[in-house]
């Protein structure tokens, strides 16, 4: 198997088909909607508050709501009498089992929950699949996190119709160096392994450091790309804003760090410091921008096209020319 990270692939143009890069479609279909981006900020909470989700669903984006300190009924009947789709988080627990009963019973049906658990391929995911397909079955179900194809296989037999790949290559995450499992350094071959035998969209999570990550993630299978870092420092972002020599940076933590948990057990997340980099609409354009760009160097028009371009592994041991036959 090539093992490669976004740092050591290049994709290969093809003759331009477009005028204007503006000709190129950077929307994504995923479940039952269409969106501008195939991007979707992490649901940490130094990523995005309610606020952020409620702009990202009236401005074409897709979110994913993060689920600590929240009341997701609350927030679905709010996102629902403003007349935006909700996507939640849930876990695996008594209270979250309680949340999709609660949902039910008011008639609150999410258009998105996301099962979001650090170990995805495990039995409590698929009894909380089972549970949401019979509570909430209007409801597209996102799980997750995996790292191999037959976690993939599993939760899209489980009921799952999208999956969530990526243990361990965030930023903030130290599952790699405290528990020595994961995709850590190789998210962008495990996410190809995965695709491989995914029947079901996936989303690529962790390890976006450049814009340019996003098109390689569409290139090896990833419907929608989930982003942290990235998209965490910006002015409206609610993360603490922290002033170190006369600069400003937000905070960003790991969802399991002591920050976030409130304990220092099963800890497998630190924070660190994100210098302010503006607005996030301003980030969002630029994304879309550079996007086009990417669709345009693939010679396509949309975004798919990306998946027809050949690559170049640069440096190691699977140095080399990719070429699609
Ligand atoms: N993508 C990634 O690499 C990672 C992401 N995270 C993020 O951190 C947040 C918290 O995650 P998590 O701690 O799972 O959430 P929870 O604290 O809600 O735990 C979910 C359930 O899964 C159990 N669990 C957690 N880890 C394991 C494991 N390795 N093996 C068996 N059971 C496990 C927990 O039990 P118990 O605590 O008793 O074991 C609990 O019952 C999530 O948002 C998650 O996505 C965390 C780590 C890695
Ligand atoms: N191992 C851990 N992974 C975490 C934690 N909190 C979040 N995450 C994952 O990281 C991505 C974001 O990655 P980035 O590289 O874009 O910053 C996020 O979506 C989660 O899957 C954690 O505490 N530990």
């Known amino acids: 198997m090539e093992i490669f990270d976004y740092d050591n692939i290049l994709l290969l143009p093809r003759k331009c088909r477009v005028e204007s890069r503006s000709e190129c479609d950077t929307s994504v279909q995923f479940g039952p909607r269409r969106f501008k981006l195939p991007v979707v900020p992490a649901n940490m909470k130094t990523v995005l508050d309610e606020k952020i989700a409620e702009w990202l669903a009236a401005h074409g984006y897709f979110y994913v709501m993060h689920r600590f300190d929240l009341d997701n009924v609350a927030f679905v009947r709010r996102m629902h009498d403003q007349g935006l789709f909700a996507s939640i988080s849930l876990g695996v627990k008594a209270a979250d089992y309680a949340t999709a009963e609660r949902l039910a019973a008011e008639g609150l049906m999410p258009e ?103 098109a390689k993630s569409i290139r090896f299978g990833a419907t929608m790309v989930m982003i942290g870092s990235l998209m965490a420092g910006h002015e409206e972002s609610p993360g603490q804003t922290v002033e170190v020599d006369g600069r400003l940076y937000k905070e960003y933590y790991g969802s399991a760090s002591d920050f976030n948990k409130g304990e220092y057990k099963h800890v497998e997340g630190k924070r660190i410091l994100e210098p302010i980099k503006g607005k996030l609409a301003d980030t969002l354009r630029e994304m879309q921008e550079d996007l086009q760009s990417s669709i345009s160097y693939a010679g396509g028009r949309q975004l798919m096209d990306i998946r027809k371009v050949n690559y170049v592994i640069l440096g190691g041991d699977n140095a080399g020319e990719h070429l699609l036959m």
Not at 193 to 207: F, S
């Open 112 to 214: 998105y929950i996301t099962i979001d658990i650090a170990h995805g391929h495990a039995d409590s995911v698929q009894r909380m699949i089972a549970h949401l397909k019979q509570k909430l079955p209007g409801s597209f179900i996102i799980a997750g996190n995996v790292g191999t194809p037959e976690a993939v296989i599993d939760l899209e037999n489980w009921g799952a119709d999208a999956t969530k790949v990526g243990i361990g290559p965030g930023k903030v995450c130290i599952t790699k160096l405290k528990t020595g499992f994961g995709t850590g350094g190789w998210q962008l071959s495990a996410l190809k392994w995965c695709a491989r035998v995914a029947t079901k969209p996936i989303i690529a999570d962790g390890g976006i450091r450049e814009h340019g990550d996003i």
